[in-house]
């Protein structure tokens, strides 16, 4: 044997990330061995997040439970399993000898620590693995060495000892050494050129390629370049939206850039399981170019979709484009760090704590260019809304809804009579005030509800003539109107108009006040509560279908002005009207009494319309129940009658 001062002899300093991947890679082997993998409770639990985060949400079968919250919480125990792997490893791996020395005989692999010679065999030796930080050696008995590149003059020794190893053990490397990976801070005039190249990049990245690590040109202004593009970006599409006359939201910048600090400590994070923590700059980079390849084209398709039949898929196609760069982003790290296959599972977590944290900030919703407030026009559109922030309004609201209802007269016995609430939701737009007021008057005038109806109405320049539309007010005039009509042989007309949302909630929205949510199921159970049996109700919202089947009973006819999957169209500040609204109230109504046969003029008249102008078919929805009919009759003819 020659003396360790031989040339023949090459000192080895492991380093801690080193001896943690050793025993990591042992780890792994053993599991191949025992056909153990404890490893796969570890997307187990990140499932099963996803899955409760699903079934407790607002549309799953427990309603009010924070499903976010649940899935953070699921993460967070995948994220603590996965740490507590990673300190039963480190403590292995501090038993581990971080300098040794070895030479290659013709027997085998003499190694020479502290405690003295081992002689290992050739034939002891399992499988070779290579990386950028050098070669991973596997013994017999599940155990490893790894001789970092950094123990030899230059790539052309590292390369001609691992021969020499292939050759002897008669192994072959599972990988070539793959080409270092070059880290210039500075590139001068090239900068462009680099960008273009960290675009190609992005490119080979967002397709899985295995050229993509190789293409990059990595340093710390190429970073900054592209997080400037994909604000350039991003300001190119609130401008397409809101348009020129819009202005700069400085405010905005502190939210977009938050992005990039996620980014920079996910990649940190998950670097701990790489021996190559140098290539962190790598890995921000990976993940910006990534990002922005796949989010260009996506915010281009979002801009020129959006007022088309095709905009009900763009939900869809957001969660989409959310799981793939999410995929995206795990393999770039993968192959950016070089992890090894038992610490994959870190970027897994650290790119799901990324989406998450980005996703609860509602980081994406910041705008750089938002509609201008500061003109004659919109200052007034602004100013509005000081009427609702007077302290006067909190003293004037009870005194208001309390009014309201001492107006409603009782009902007649033997007279069947039609009792109106009708209800705007959404403050920020006046088509709901003056849709709501129209009907008022229409009902008065068609249906002779004078001292039978009600207003509730979310609007800032009515704050101190109406009572507003909370759920409490809602209840109130409920259960009011409950208790004065003859139960048996009254009608309750009640429509509600504002904006809905695919979960199928009815937006009461008054700032900057807060009301309680308005849900089918909630309505319901008001309705209920106030025992009023017959029941006629229109609900016009996008989404509004959603309320058919929770309302639908025999003694309730219910309108909604578009299906559950679908949006209704028209409402804009300006209109008077929204398209149902229009069609129903003021051209179907105004020429018949009976409400049925409103609907199905006014479902023709909205169907040409939205074809007119090249919008999908909202569909509304009715459902008619049996008991109800023949008030509805009697209702239609003394509607006719004038009486």
């Given at each position: 044997?020659?003396?360790?001062?031989?040339?023949?002899?090459?000192?080895?300093?492991?380093?801690?990330?080193?001896?943690?991947?050793?025993?990591?890679?042992?780890t792994?082997?053993?599991?191949?061995?025992?056909?153990?993998?404890?490893?796969?409770?570890?997307p187990?639990?990140?499932?099963?997040?996803?899955?409760?985060?699903?079934l407790?949400?607002?549309?799953?079968?427990?309603?009010?439970?924070?499903?976010?919250?649940?899935?953070i919480?699921?993460?967070?125990?995948?994220?603590?399993?996965?740490?507590?792997?990673?300190?039963?490893?480190?403590?292995?791996a501090?038993?581990?000898?971080a300098?040794?020395?070895?030479?290659?005989?013709?027997?085998?692999?003499?190694?020479?620590?502290?405690?003295?010679?081992?002689?290992?065999?050739?034939?002891?030796?399992q499988?070779?693995?290579?990386?950028?930080?050098?070669?991973?050696?596997?013994?017999?008995?599940?155990?490893?060495?790894?001789?970092?590149?950094?123990?030899?003059?230059?790539?052309?020794?590292?390369?001609?000892?691992?021969?020499?190893?292939?050759?002897?053990?008669?192994?072959?490397?599972s990988?070539?050494?793959?080409?270092?990976?070059?880290?210039?801070?500075?590139?001068?005039?090239?900068?462009?050129?680099?960008?273009?190249?960290?675009?190609?990049?992005?490119f080979?990245?967002?397709?899985?390629?295995?050229?993509?690590v190789?293409?990059?040109?990595?340093?710390?202004?190429?970073?900054?370049?592209?997080?400037?593009?994909?604000?350039?970006?991003?300001?190119?599409?609130?401008?397409?939206?809101?348009?020129?006359?819009?202005?700069?939201?400085?405010?905005?910048?502190?939210?977009?850039?938050?992005?990039?600090?996620?980014?920079?400590?996910?990649?940190?994070?998950?670097?701990?399981?790489?021996?190559?923590?140098?290539?962190?700059?790598?890995?921000?980079?990976?993940?910006?170019?990534?990002?922005?390849?796949?989010?260009?084209?996506?915010?281009?398709?979002?801009?020129?979709?959006?007022?088309?039949?095709?905009?009900?898929?763009?939900?869809?196609?957001?969660?989409?484009?959310?799981?793939?760069?999410?995929?995206?982003?795990?393999?770039?790290?993968?192959?950016?760090?070089?992890?090894?296959?038992?610490?994959?599972?870190?970027?897994?977590?650290?790119?799901?704590?990324?989406?998450?944290?980005?996703?609860?900030?509602?980081?994406?919703?910041?705008?750089?260019?938002?509609?201008?407030y500061?003109?004659?026009?919109?200052?007034?559109?602004?100013?509005?809304?000081?009427?609702?922030?007077?302290?006067?309004?909190?003293?004037?609201?009870?005194?208001?809804?309390?009014?309201?209802?001492?107006?409603?007269?009782?009902?007649?016995?033997?007279?069947?009579?039609?009792?109106?609430?009708?209800?705007?939701?959404?403050?920020?737009?006046?088509?709901?005030?003056?849709?709501?007021?129209?009907?008022?008057?229409?009902?008065?005038?068609?249906?002779?509800?004078?001292?039978?109806?009600?207003?509730?109405?979310?609007?800032?320049?009515?704050?101190?003539?109406?009572p507003?539309?909370?759920?409490?007010?809602?209840?109130?005039?409920?259960?009011?109107?409950?208790?004065?009509?003859?139960?048996?042989?009254?009608v309750?007309?009640?429509?509600?108009?504002?904006?809905?949302?695919?979960?199928?909630?009815?937006?009461?929205?008054?700032?900057?006040?807060?009301?309680?949510?308005?849900?089918?199921?909630?309505?319901?159970?008001?309705?209920?509560?106030?025992?009023?049996?017959?029941?006629?109700?229109?609900?016009?919202?996008?989404?509004?279908?959603?309320?058919?089947?929770?309302?639908?009973?025999a003694?309730?006819?219910?309108?909604?002005?578009s299906?559950?999957?679908?949006?209704?169209?028209?409402?804009?500040?300006?209109?008077?009207?929204?398209?149902?609204?229009?069609?129903?109230?003021?051209?179907?109504?105004?020429?018949?009494?009976?409400?049925?046969?409103?609907?199905?003029?006014?479902?023709?008249?909205?169907?040409?319309?939205?074809?007119?102008?090249?919008?999908?078919?909202?569909?509304?929805?009715?459902?008619?129940?049996?008991?109800?009919?023949?008030?509805?009759?009697?209702?239609?003819?003394?509607?006719?009658?004038?009486?």
């Amino acid at each position: 044997m020659s003396d360790t001062t031989s040339p023949d002899w090459i000192r080895i300093e492991n380093n801690s990330a080193e001896r943690l991947q050793l025993v990591g890679a042992c780890t792994v082997r053993l599991q191949r061995t025992t056909r153990s993998r404890p490893w796969v409770l570890l997307p187990v639990w990140l499932a099963l997040g996803l899955f409760l985060g699903w079934l407790f949400d607002e549309e799953g079968l427990l309603a009010g439970v924070n499903g976010q919250a649940l899935a953070i919480f699921a993460l967070l125990i995948c994220g603590l399993q996965f740490l507590v792997m990673r300190l039963q490893m480190k403590r292995l791996a501090a038993d581990l000898p971080a300098t040794f020395s070895l030479a290659l005989e013709e027997e085998g692999v003499v190694i020479d620590t502290q405690l003295g010679y081992s002689h290992i065999p050739w034939s002891a030796l399992q499988g070779i693995e290579c990386n950028s930080g050098g070669a991973l050696i596997y013994q017999k008995g599940c155990r490893a060495f790894f001789v970092p590149r950094r123990s030899f003059a230059d790539d052309a020794d590292f390369s001609a000892w691992l021969r020499s190893v292939e050759s002897c053990s008669g192994l072959k490397a599972s990988a070539s050494p793959p080409l270092p990976l070059s880290l210039p801070e500075k590139r001068g005039l090239r900068a462009l050129e680099d960008l273009a190249q960290n675009l190609k990049a992005g490119f080979l990245f967002a397709f899985f390629h295995s050229e993509a690590v190789a293409t990059l040109r990595v340093s710390i202004l190429q970073i900054v370049l592209l997080q400037v593009l994909g604000l350039l970006i991003g300001l190119g599409y609130d401008l397409h939206m809101v348009g020129f006359d819009g202005r700069l939201n400085a405010y905005a910048l502190p939210y977009q850039s938050f992005s990039v600090l996620c980014v920079l400590l996910c990649a940190w994070a998950v670097s701990n399981c790489s021996t190559l923590q140098g290539r962190i700059p790598a890995a921000v980079l990976a993940l910006l170019a990534s990002g922005l390849v796949i989010q260009a084209p996506i915010l281009l398709a979002f801009a020129l979709l959006q007022s088309t039949p095709a905009a009900q898929y763009l939900e869809a196609l957001n969660g989409i484009v959310l799981l793939w760069m999410a995929l995206v982003s795990i393999v770039a790290l993968v192959r950016t760090l070089e992890l090894p296959a038992d610490q994959r599972m870190g970027a897994v977590l650290g790119v799901s704590f990324m989406y998450v944290v980005a996703l609860s900030l509602n980081l994406g919703q910041a705008r750089l260019w938002v509609p201008d407030y500061s003109g004659q026009e919109n200052a007034n559109a602004t100013n509005r809304w000081e009427a609702a922030t007077d302290e006067g309004v909190l003293y004037a609201q009870p005194a208001l809804l309390e009014r309201a209802l001492a107006a409603i007269r009782p009902g007649r016995a033997g007279v069947p009579e039609l009792y109106l609430l009708a209800l705007g939701g959404y403050g920020a737009q006046d088509v709901f005030r003056r849709e709501v007021e129209s009907v008022e008057a229409l009902f008065a005038e068609r249906f002779n509800t004078q001292g039978r109806s009600v207003v509730l109405l979310n609007n800032p320049a009515t704050v101190q003539e109406r009572p507003v539309a909370s759920t409490i007010a809602l209840q109130r005039a409920l259960s009011d109107i409950g208790r004065k009509m003859n139960r048996e042989e009254d009608v309750l007309f009640l429509f509600m108009t504002s904006h809905g949302a695919a979960d199928h909630h009815f937006s009461l929205d008054l700032w900057p006040f807060r009301f309680g949510e308005l849900t089918p199921q909630s309505l319901r159970a008001a309705l209920d509560e106030a025992g009023i049996q017959n029941r006629v109700i229109v609900v016009s919202a996008c989404y509004s279908g959603g309320f058919v089947e929770p309302l639908q009973d025999a003694h309730t006819l219910v309108m909604t002005a578009s299906r559950a999957d679908r949006n209704s169209h028209g409402c804009s500040h300006a209109a008077d009207w929204t398209f149902f609204g229009k069609a129903y109230f003021d051209e179907a109504l105004r020429q018949s009494h009976s409400f049925t046969a409103a609907f199905e003029q006014a479902r023709q008249s909205v169907a040409r319309r939205e074809k007119e102008e090249g919008l999908e078919a909202s569909e509304p929805q009715i459902s008619v129940g049996a008991a109800i009919q023949p008030l509805l009759n009697t209702l239609e003819k003394t509607g006719a009658r004038g009486l």
